[in-house]
């Protein structure tokens, strides 16, 4: 019934048993529901929410800015900043530092923007922290080196495409491993960003991985995986066939 809709099942039997209608505990409850396959009428209504963000039609056009805090097994910190590149998901640059530097960010966008094509400006997506909005990362937004575009603020979406990287960073990396000091640590995801630019290819690139796709070196790559598919299907058919009962 929709007029008890509001209440858990745990508060129906309660209030089965004061309006002496059914004296049962929650188990039995749920167990009936269970068995009868009941449905309550509590269908959740959400507002709409966008399933595609921000996608680039080429490599630096977007940008994602962000910074993540990892800690040590001493429960110390350190603070790693990193820049994305939102058509390739290749990491542009990174830094580990001990404490909370608000510089890094100027000095990682200088160095992710050295050898860019000419009258090239990415739009760097971040949010509003201090690292991001100081007078350092407003001079290169003032001589034209960058656009800053502040997620959540300018636009409707966020820097999740960079989040999404910190936790494969960690849960498939960092957290296998002792963090024992900053080096370690540096050492770690020195090694990951290396697998994740050039060696692991990506689902959503047919098999390309990021520094193919940044660099336009990995147009093959689905053709050659897509005969070698074929070419495996095939053989494995003519396998089976070969097989006596």
């Known amino acids: 019934?929709?007029?008890?809709?509001?209440?858990?099942?745990?508060?129906?039997?309660?209030?089965?048993?004061?309006?002496?209608?059914?004296?049962?505990?929650?188990?039995?409850?749920?167990?009936?529901?269970?068995?009868?396959?009941?449905?309550?009428?509590?269908?959740?209504?959400?507002p709409p929410k966008p399933r595609i963000g921000l996608r680039a039609t080429k490599p630096n056009e977007y940008w994602y800015v962000d910074t993540t805090i990892v800690r040590l097994l001493d429960g110390s910190r350190v603070y790693l900043h990193a820049i994305l590149d939102n058509f390739s998901r290749r990491i542009l640059a990174w830094r580990l530092n001990d404490t909370f530097e608000t510089d890094t960010t100027a000095e990682l966008l200088k160095e992710a923007a050295k050898g860019l094509p000419e009258n090239t400006v990415p739009s760097a997506v971040m949010d509003s922290g201090v690292e991001n909005v100081n007078g350092t990362v407003n001079e290169l937004v003032s001589d034209g080196t960058i656009q800053r575009i502040?997620?959540?603020?300018?636009?409707?979406e966020s820097n999740s495409m960079i989040e999404a990287w910190w936790r494969q960073l960690k849960h498939q990396?960092?957290?296998l491993n002792e963090l024992d000091s900053a080096n370690s640590v540096r050492k770690l995801i020195a090694f990951y960003v290396e697998q994740h630019n050039s060696v692991v290819p990506h689902f959503a690139f047919q098999g390309q991985t990021p520094d193919e796709m940044y660099f336009g070196t990995g147009a093959k790559?689905?053709?050659?995986?897509?005969?070698?598919?074929?070419?495996a299907?095939?053989?494995?058919?003519?396998h089976n066939h070969a097989l006596s009962c």
């Open 221 to 231: 790559v689905p053709v050659d995986l897509k005969e070698k598919r074929a070419a």
């Open 233 to 238: 299907r095939a053989a494995r058919i003519a």
């Open 150 to 156: 502040l997620a959540q603020v300018d636009i409707v």
């Open 173 to 175: 990396w960092l957290y």
């Open 1 to 46: 019934s929709e007029d008890y809709r509001h209440l858990s099942v745990g508060s129906i039997a309660r209030l089965a048993s004061r309006l002496g209608k059914v004296y049962a505990c929650t188990s039995t409850w749920y167990r009936a529901i269970q068995n009868g396959n009941w449905i309550r009428s509590r269908k959740r209504i959400y």
